[in-house]
């Protein structure tokens, strides 16, 4: 009996059980529940994840392997590159949060947040989601405007600050058309309580070094920003976006190997750059 009166009630908002259901399932969709494929569409899994058709290799795996493989080449023989899927991104902002933890960041310092904005009308809209890492320009803006060349594209293309070179002028934070620079306040989150947290006082290991969090110490007043986790990669490990983007939605690599899956993915027709009209040339690629 519930489910006679359950389906005239639909019958009389003029929506069937069925169209019900699909709705809620472009809704889940779009808050970024995954679907586990069946096996009529298991097929279809490895080009999802940008991997070759028949392939079941995690692309965590393949990249791992990549950098290795990369890192046994001279730094200047190597161009490190990103790919975001934007079809696949959740917003669940698993890599920003990743990335504050391992960079120990300040309030106010995010190197790579997700955007978010609205599309469609109800009862369908949809939600798009952007994650903006540093671009790594070809052409950085944030370069020539240095005053004390503190700021510096690197042999492997990734664009760094040498904080104890830094003044604090804040020309590079204005000079990025991507907003992806910020200052450090040298605040704590925990700042006006009866004490700061001892989490609060953990270094920092940006760029292979080890930086005391204190208010006359580099980093605080200093220009920052992301550098793809130099300290890791150099290291043997993939970003810390990359690790934790539970979607695999975020690809990194060599972009000099042309073999290697970040190079594949950055070349395909569906590529999009951020702001690519003004001629910096990211080493950031888009998939739409």
């Not at 899994?45 to 028949?54: D, Q, S, T, W």
């Not at 392939?55 to 493989?69: A, I, N, T, Y």
Request: net charge positive; glycine share 8%.
């Amino acid at each position: 009996m519930r489910e006679e009166r359950g389906g005239a009630q639909d019958s009389e908002r003029g929506m069937t059980r069925r169209e019900l259901l699909r709705r809620a399932g472009v809704l889940a969709g779009v808050v970024g529940i995954s679907q586990v494929p069946t096996a009529a569409r298991a097929g279809e899994l490895p080009e999802r994840l940008g991997l070759a058709a028949g392939s079941e290799e995690d692309p965590l795996v393949m990249m791992q392997r990549e950098l290795e493989r990369a890192l046994e080449k001279p730094v200047e023989a190597r161009k490190w590159g990103m790919v975001i899927d934007l079809r696949k991104c959740a917003g669940c902002h698993s890599c920003t949060v990743s990335c504050i933890s391992e960079n120990k960041l300040p309030p106010g310092v995010i190197y790579r947040p997700v955007f978010i904005r609205e599309e469609g009308t109800y009862p369908e809209p949809e939600l798009r989601f952007t994650p903006r890492p540093c671009m790594q320009c070809e052409a950085p803006p944030c370069v020539p405007v240095c005053p004390v060349n503190a700021t510096w594209k690197g042999a492997d293309h990734v664009v760094v600050i040498d904080y104890d070179v830094c003044i604090g002028c804040r020309l590079c934070v204005g000079a990025c058309p991507y907003g992806a620079r910020a200052m450090d306040p040298g605040t704590n989150y925990t700042d006006a309580t009866p004490a700061v947290q001892p989490y609060e006082r953990q270094p920092s290991h940006e760029y292979g070094r080890h930086w005391d969090r204190t208010q006359q110490e580099a980093p605080c007043g200093k220009a920052r920003k992301c550098h793809f986790c130099l300290h890791r990669v150099e290291r043997g490990l993939l970003p810390m976006c990359v690790t934790t983007c539970i979607c695999r939605a975020t690809y990194f690599g060599d972009l000099a190997e042309a073999k290697s899956l970040v190079s594949q993915l950055a070349s395909r027709p569906n590529r999009m750059i951020l702001l690519e009209e003004k001629g910096t040339r990211p080493l950031v690629t888009y998939l739409v």
